[in-house]
């Protein structure tokens, strides 16, 4: 069964106090699944989370690329991975593991990176329980609603 652990609205404005709330609950999962329409601010939450991480390589969308890597130091010093992921362009689950999904999440299901996905409806297939399902929904321009789901069974 899946659990609800965060309901919020906010505003671009805003975005820094939810990022520092869902980190105080996504930390302990290494794969976040971002759902949403196009436009619905996944990017922009990712590089926000990313700042208040204090990554310092530059954070873009993986539209392109599929694959982004960067890395943060964690409240020990130790050196952490981030996985970007962008589904969007692909057509199915066996496409994404060519292109290398798959070995991006084995290294977060060891805990040796965390794996951030846009678009994981492509290829939900992939995704193997605990994860967080984060969902974004476009209320009007200026405000969006994250409702962030703990998903613990395929």
């Known amino acids: 069964m899946d659990k609800i652990l965060l309901q919020t609205e906010y505003s671009l404005e805003g975005i820094a106090d939810v990022v520092r709330g869902f980190w105080e609950i996504g930390q302990r999962y290494r794969v976040h699944a971002f759902s949403g329409e196009m436009g619905a601010g996944k990017t922009t939450f990712i590089h926000r989370l990313c700042d208040y991480l204090g990554v310092n390589d530059t954070v873009s969308s993986p539209t392109f690329a599929l694959i982004n890597e960067y890395h943060f130091l ?40 965390f794996c951030f996905i846009e678009w994981p409806e492509k290829a939900a297939g992939l995704l193997q329980a605990p994860y967080l399902w984060i969902a974004i929904t476009t209320k009007s321009p200026s405000l969006r609603e994250m409702i962030v789901k703990l998903v613990v069974k395929d």
Not at 81 to 92: A, E, F, G, Q, S
Not at 96 to 105: H, P, S, T, V
């Open 74 to 113: 964690d409240a020990t010093a130790a050196d952490q991975t981030i996985y970007h992921l962008d589904w969007y362009r692909l057509k199915d689950t066996a496409e994404a593991i060519n292109a290398g999904m798959e070995d991006c999440l084995s290294e977060a299901k060891k805990g040796n990176a």
